[in-house]
């Protein structure tokens, strides 16, 4: 099935490594992608491809894939890292995208 | 620099329809899909469609089958997306974003769609 599964919720001491998943059978086929969203505000790329990520953002953000699951890993995560997380990829059509839930991460 | 410019917040009654555009500006508009994504109040992303420009066809989820439609003006790097027969549960921000890879790599600040009687 075209689903994506993230955890509700994650949380992370402040200067700790955090690795958020998107687990999905379509992962095996596609690449994940991941975003940024802070309250109030659109979300941002902050991984792509295999393990990519746009200019502007901090390399503490990786991106790793292992058979059905994606995981985003913030090392060393500060407080503004605090926020919404979501990953998305193509459907089993490969024309539509879709959306894991979110993880809502809380640095302590 | 890429930038999505999205019109503004709309309230409308049950039973009416939306028209919402996306200016694009900083990249060659014909080369990048455009994509619709909202999201609920205090809910998740929830992809809706997406438009060529360069050709514009389009194709959607099948969740707003006969619901919305997508267009694209060329000369004014302009994507418009109109939902019709809104219900309250379209109360949500629409976002336009850019396609790139499996991801979207620009995002519009999104229009708020109030549907409410």
């Known amino acids: 099935s075209s689903e994506l599964t993230q955890d509700p919720a994650v949380s992370v001491a402040l200067g700790q490594t955090v690795r958020i998943t998107c687990q999905g059978d379509?992962?095996?086929?596609?690449?994940a992608s991941w975003y940024q969203q802070k309250p109030g505000q659109a979300p941002v790329l902050v991984i792509y491809?295999?393990?990519d990520r746009p200019s502007g953002i901090p390399d503490r953000f990786s991106g790793s894939s292992s058979r059905n699951t994606a995981s985003l890993t913030i090392a060393g995560a500060q407080a503004e890292d605090e926020a919404d997380y979501y990953c998305?990829?193509?459907?089993?059509?490969?024309?539509?995208?879709?959306f894991g839930g979110g993880t809502k991460v809380t640095v302590l | 620099q890429v930038q999505l410019v999205q019109s503004g917040a709309e309230v409308k009654k049950p039973g009416a329809s939306v028209k919402l555009s996306c200016k694009a500006s900083?990249?060659?508009?014909?080369?990048?899909?455009i994509h619709w994504v909202r999201q609920a109040p205090g809910q998740g992303l929830e992809w809706m469609g997406v438009?060529?420009?360069?050709?514009?066809?389009?194709t959607h989820t099948q969740k707003f089958q006969g619901r919305v439609a997508m267009a694209n003006n060329t000369s004014t790097s302009t994507v418009y997306m109109e939902l019709s027969s809104l219900r309250s549960e379209d109360t949500a921000i629409y976002y336009c974003?850019?396609?790139?890879?499996?991801?979207?790599?620009?995002w519009g600040p999104g229009t708020l769609v109030t549907v409410s009687s």
């Open positions: 438009i060529n420009p360069s050709d514009g066809s389009t």
């Open positions: 998305n990829s193509r459907d089993s059509s490969g024309n539509h995208l879709l």
């Open positions: 491809g295999q393990n």
């Open positions: 379509i992962l095996r086929s596609y690449y």
């Open positions: 900083g990249y060659t508009f014909s080369n990048s899909y």
């Open positions: 974003a850019r396609g790139y890879y499996e991801g979207l790599d620009f």
